[in-house]
């Protein structure tokens, strides 16, 4: 399972599960690996850009 949690409390997955996240990073390689975590710890509405411009126009289109 692409999303299995592998957190300490399965309660947690659950909580992290409708989060969404933004990932803001110029290196793809670091937001691979903070993508990475962050689906290892539940989170499944994770969103990655490159620079912080694109992050805000991410952010004011709510497309995520």
């Known amino acids: 399972n692409k999303y299995q949690c ?3 409390q399965e309660e947690e997955c659950f909580m992290f599960a409708n989060c969404s ?3 803001v990073d110029d290196d793809s390689f670091a937001r691979g690996i903070i ?3 962050l689906v290892r ?3 499944k509405n994770i969103f990655e850009v490159s ?3 694109e992050a805000m126009s991410t952010l004011r289109s709510a497309r995520m």
């Open 35 to 37: 993508r990475h975590h």
């Open 21 to 23: 996240v933004l990932i």
């Open 41 to 43: 710890l539940g989170f």
């Open 51 to 53: 620079d912080g411009e």
């Open 6 to 8: 592998f957190s300490f």
